[in-house]
């Protein structure tokens, strides 16, 4: 579970270059290629189907819901990328996740410190959230989050 490593599944969306104007161009914050307008399918069904644990995270750029990042951990590491704070609007979906490793991985992604119940480090959790802050999946998750600032 190395920071270093890279997410199964990492692709920008809705991200239109104001010189090109079209989509499919580069995101110039994080080098992906933007491959469709919404997150429809970023979720654990269609990146990752019939693997088991998966998570998976929208991270939405804009008030809109048409730019972001689709980010699902299907097997591999965690790129630690701590720059979203509690009130940040996320999708966020579990299948058979065991809570540590929720944790870890929104750890990875939120300014604040995370605290996973030492008992349910191996406790699997299925979950499904549409835009919600990243306080609010931290909490449904069954996590706790203590803010840095």
């Not at 104007?21 to 654990?44: F, H, W």
């Not at 097997?75 to 999708?91: C, N, P, T």
Request: charged share 25%; with cysteine; glycine share 10%.
């Amino acid at each position: 579970m190395g920071a270093e490593q890279q997410p199964s599944v990492s692709r920008s969306f809705g991200y239109q270059d104001p010189r090109v104007g079209e989509r499919g161009a580069v995101d110039p914050q994080t080098g992906g290629r933007a491959d469709e307008a919404l997150p429809r399918d970023c979720n654990c069904d269609f990146m990752c189907p019939g693997v088991s644990p998966c998570i998976c995270l929208v991270i939405y750029s804009d008030e809109t819901g048409k730019h972001g990042t689709c980010e699902c951990w299907c097997s591999g590491g965690v790129a630690e990328d701590r720059r979203y704070g509690l009130d940040q609007i996320v999708d966020f979906n579990l299948r058979a996740a065991p809570l540590g490793r929720v944790g870890f991985v929104l750890a990875s992604k939120c300014t604040a410190d995370i605290y996973i119940p030492a008992l349910d480090l191996d406790k699997p959790m299925t979950l499904w959230l549409k835009r919600v802050t990243l306080e609010t999946a931290i909490r449904e998750a069954g996590l706790m989050a203590l803010d840095r600032g």
